[in-house]
């Protein structure tokens, strides 16, 4: 799977494309959203370290059912975005996954029990401020491991 830059257009079914509106002061507020379970928002900085190599595997896909999770790069190259719908059974639809090159300037903010790749980095080593709804149950990470892994080329 080739990838193709970040759109707002393509991200909407999944995520919001977190940018200003005609560079005026825009809100957000799916950011900061409550969860529907008793938690509390978090915020921490992760910092991934770049995949190498001219293709990228990617192993399992991830969702939170309780919270949306947003990435705002803070120091970053490029990084990718994949995301993917559900199947009836609530597995990821991998069939119909997609996959972006977003860019230093590109936060996002994925819906609640939306299917997506962890953070992955290209360039360089990378920050990122990640803020989510934080379940206080601790079952708000659902991760599904791929019988075959994604592979998407690196251009």
Known sequence: MSLPPLTAEALAPFATLLKAKD?????????????????RHAFAILCPRPASGPTVSIGGLERHPHSTQSFVPLTAGRWIVLVAPTLPDGSPDVANARAFVA??????????????????????????????WRADAGDDGIVHELATPITLSID
């Open 23 to 39: 560079g005026k002061f825009t809100d957000f507020p799916e950011v900061l959203e409550k969860g529907d379970t008793p938690g």
């Open 103 to 132: 860019g230093p300037e590109d936060a996002i903010c994925i819906g609640r029990n939306v299917w997506h790749a962890g953070l992955t980095v290209l360039d360089r080593p990378a920050e990122f401020g990640m803020m989510m």
